[in-house]
């Protein structure tokens, strides 16, 4: 890798493990990254495409072996941060709550809803250094408008906004459940991807949404229950959809980072840093260091 790698900033995309098998994705390796919070999923396939430095994580590791409730969001956000990622496009499988967002349909949601339950797993701060980052628009609209524009460009089927209700897991919903959540207005319905936003915007990285129907989810009762069967079929079928759009996105986002949500911890911070931990600060020296000198 070139120095040039070091400077400009790096593209995320977390998702699954295939998503870096795109034409034109060249000097590949593999990156494991030893982080304060443990292991990352996997190893970091780290490469070129388009003359830019893109970082590929597989969410759920190689093998898909990782629960929803059993992933390390801190160490794989931080993982990245420390690769100097200052964008995220994150592809996920969702269920649909609409008739509209039908599967195998992309959705770009711009809001979240959070029923997890390991929320303190959820932020970097604490020990010390107090931060409350906004998260009142927790997508980047200026990421999510370029695959939008992407995604139109190619003719894929994509709806723009909608809201992510994000649960635990790994159980699918009860009927009940899935019809409250209708009932409130939510779009679409997860199990990974607000951790991943929160953390992301606490590392000053501006991530979006790629997702990715693959079901309605069991409140549509004339179609069959979610299944983990039905569920790869249509993941499947989507991992084309979504390399096609990260090919034609990647060559659009720009070379400097300075969208709002790179500066997010700007009136973030609460404690005064002439007294932050020197512990807690060195750990999170790759999202503090404009911040201090270590």
Known sequence: MSS????????????????YEIEGFTEAEEIRVETPYGDPSDAIVRGRFAGRQVCFLPRHGRGHRILPTELNHR???WALRSLNVRWIVAVTAVGSLKEEYRPRDIVLPDQFFDRTSRREHHTFFGGGIVAHVGFADPISPT?????QE???????????GGTYVCMDGP???????????????????????????KLAREAEIALATLA?????????VEEEAVSAHAVIEHVQANAANAKAVLQAVIPRIPLV????????LDGALFTDPSIWPEATARKLAPILKR???F
């Open 75 to 77: 160490a794989n956000l």
């Open 143 to 147: 990421l999510r408008g370029l695959l």
């Open 4 to 19: 040039e790698n070091d400077t400009i900033p790096a593209i995320g995309v977390i998702g699954g493990s295939g998503l």
């Open 257 to 264: 980072a300075d969208w709002p949500e790179h500066r997010a």
């Open 212 to 220: 990715m129907v693959t079901d309605y989810d069991c409140w549509k």
């Open 150 to 160: 992407a995604a139109r460009e190619l003719g894929k089927p994509v709806h723009d």
């Open 291 to 293: 911040f201090i000198n």
């Open 171 to 197: 159980a699918f919903s009860t009927r009940a459940e899935s019809e409250t959540n209708r009932k409130l207005g939510f779009d679409l319905i997860g199990m990974t991807n607000l951790p991943e936003a």
